[in-house]
């Protein structure tokens, strides 16, 4: 009879510590998983969300309404992580004296229930709170009743703040990023033509710019002969900017498809009589982004430079794709300069091909 008593005993003893070690493994549990979501959800960034949702990542479509209501959601996590921690040193107390219970109640819950869980969700704070946020919408509606007015009462002490948008500098970077990433969508020329883009504010229309002494242009008093024209094809230029001498005024820009079916051979023409496209000074102060909405609304890929209301060069639209681009971009005359000399077409057949009865537009 003794022998059953004490048996039965032992049993009890087990179940009693088996159970009291299951309540507190749920304990722990639940202020790990409190104490992850509270370093995750608090770590995502609102507007990152945001975006990421717009671009359908199932994730962010999930965590988003609750990470817009950041006070309740706080409120809720931090007063089941208190609940769960009381309760842990109280179950411990029914087998451990106080010092004992609260020593080992500590120990667990600062291991288990904080340093680890932390540190696991930190590293991809999205995929853990999407992952939970179930268990976090049940612990709203059990907490409702306390959470709420603290929620109110933080919106009302901490307003939400106004967007934060990133500098230029910090776009700059964050695109930078890319290159050395293996992971990126972006190839080295998309990011290449971003950081040029966003340089763009910064640059000055004289950092691009080709000097006046360096640039071929024509009067409108200059004749154009035969020997004119061999010499600006030879330069290979479609456009030649019309400039007085005192290099004051632009007249426009003489295009060298609208000379094509004129027969300079025996014939010579002043540059006034030609056809002469208008176009607009830019200063050379003037920002690139400036510099590029100017020539979307001048119609015109070549404008005059001024300083001081004198000429000090001319910019052409390659020259800022080219600093949009990163890169020199050459053309076919580029390529025939560097490598051979052009082919020249026998005298009968190039006097064929600009030869022409029609006469120059006034």
């Given amino acids: 009879m003794l022998m059953f008593l004490f048996s039965s005993s032992i049993n009890t003893n087990i179940w ?13 549990g639940m202020s790990a998983i409190c104490s992850g979501l509270n370093i995750a959800l608090m770590g995502l960034d609102i507007n990152d969300i945001k975006r990421k949702a717009k671009l359908g990542n199932k994730q962010a479509k999930k965590i988003l309404p609750l990470r817009n209501k950041t006070h309740l959601t706080l409120a809720s996590i931090l007063i089941t992580n208190v609940a769960a921690v009381s309760a842990t040193s109280l179950v411990l107390n029914q087998k451990l004296n106080g010092w004992v219970a609260g020593i ?3 120990i667990l819950i600062v291991v288990f229930g904080e340093i680890l869980p932390q540190a696991l969700f930190a590293r991809n704070t999205l995929k853990w709170s999407s992952r939970f946020a179930p268990i976090l919408k049940g612990m709203i509606v059990i907490t409702y009743v306390i959470s709420k007015p603290i929620e109110i009462l933080l919106n009302t002490l901490f307003p939400a ?16 990023e890319h290159l050395s990433d293996e992971s990126s969508e972006l190839d080295e020329g998309e990011i290449e033509i971003m950081k040029g883009a966003l340089a763009l504010s910064e640059k000055r229309v004289r950092d ?13 008093s200059s004749r154009l002969d035969d020997a004119k024209i061999d010499e600006i094809k030879e330069k290979g230029f479609s456009r030649i900017p019309i400039l007085d001498d005192k290099l004051s005024i632009c007249y426009g820009v003489m295009l060298m498809k609208d000379l094509v079916d004129i027969d300079f051979d025996e014939n010579s023409f002043r ?3 030609m056809i002469i496209h208008q176009t607009q000074f830019v200063g050379s102060m003037t920002a690139l982004d400036t510099l590029l909405r100017k020539f979307i609304s001048a119609d015109s890929h070549l404008m005059p ?5 004198q000429i000090v060069g001319i910019v052409t639209i390659e020259d800022l794709t080219e600093e949009i681009f990163g890169q020199e971009i050459e053309d076919e005359t580029d390529r025939i300069k560097k490598t051979r000399p052009p082919i020249s077409l026998p005298p009968p057949m190039a006097n064929q091909l600009y030869r022409s009865d029609r006469k120059p537009k006034s």
Avoid at 16 to 28: H, K, P, Q
Avoid at 211 to 217: A, N
Avoid at 305 to 309: A, W
């Fill in 16 to 28: 009693s510590i088996g159970l009291i070690a299951l309540e507190v493994i749920a304990l722990i």
């Fill in 104 to 106: 080992v109640s500590t």
């Fill in 161 to 176: 703040e106004k967007t934060k948008l990133q500098s230029r500098h910090e776009l700059g970077l964050v695109i930078s």
């Fill in 208 to 220: 691009i710019m080709t000097p006046i002494k360096q640039t071929y242009y024509l009067t409108p």
């Fill in 271 to 273: 540059v006034e009589d």
């Fill in 305 to 309: 430079v001024e300083k001081d209301d």
